[in-house]
């Protein structure tokens, strides 16, 4: 996040966000662009002597089901995404860049890969988060824009090495 939470104040919050899920007015839970040592805060990381906020209806407490933050080929917090797998919290890829710039379309990966494929470079990024397990969340567009850029998304893989590429930009 871009300024430091209150850990009493987003533990407060998350118990009452729990409650609304138990009421039935809420299916799951989630935070938005939390990092690592701010998810450990709820569900924990095995390390901390107080028990943490774990998935635990008896005691009022649910663990996190997905973090939405920014992930794209400008900004991959590989940290972020492995502590997610480990804890079971799917890392949500907003649209974006928004904070941190993303290389341009003319970067050799991307055209190269696009090229390799034959789709756009805006398909090769949204399929690198893809294969990396990312689901991703697009911006506000037409209809017809969605279906151009996702049903491309599942008609090709990125080799090993293009990953690499694109990893490097």
């Known amino acids: 996040?871009?300024?430091?939470?209150?850990?009493?104040?987003?533990?407060?919050?998350?118990?009452a966000l729990v409650e609304l899920r138990q009421a039935g007015l809420a299916?799951?839970?989630?935070t938005v662009n939390f990092g690592a040592g701010h998810l450990a805060w709820i569900i924990g990381d095995g390390r901390r002597?107080?028990?943490?906020?774990?998935?635990?209806?008896?005691?009022?407490?649910?663990?996190?089901c997905v973090?939405?933050?920014?992930y794209h080929l400008g900004h991959l917090d590989e940290e972020l995404l492995q502590y997610c797998g480990r804890q079971n919290v799917?890392?949500?890829?907003?649209?974006?860049?928004?904070?941190?710039?993303?290389?341009p379309d003319?970067?050799?990966?991307?055209?190269?890969?696009?090229s390799a494929h034959g789709v756009g470079v805006e398909q090769v990024r949204r399929r690198y988060q893809v294969q990396r397990g990312v689901p991703v969340v697009l911006g506000t567009?037409?209809?017809?824009?969605?279906?151009s850029l996702l049903k491309p998304l599942f008609d090709f893989a990125l080799t090993a090495a293009e990953m690499a590429a694109l990893a490097a930009l």
């Open 1 to 15: 996040p871009s300024s430091v939470p209150d850990r009493a104040a987003v533990l407060d919050t998350w118990r």
């Open 141 to 147: 567009r037409e209809e017809a824009t969605y279906a």
């Open 90 to 103: 799917t890392l949500l890829a907003a649209a974006g860049p928004f904070h941190y710039p993303a290389p």
């Open 49 to 64: 002597r107080r028990p943490q906020l774990r998935d635990d209806p008896a005691a009022n407490v649910s663990a996190v």
């Open 106 to 114: 003319s970067a050799p990966a991307l055209r190269a890969a696009a």
């Open 67 to 70: 973090n939405k933050v920014e």
């Open 27 to 30: 299916r799951s839970l989630g």
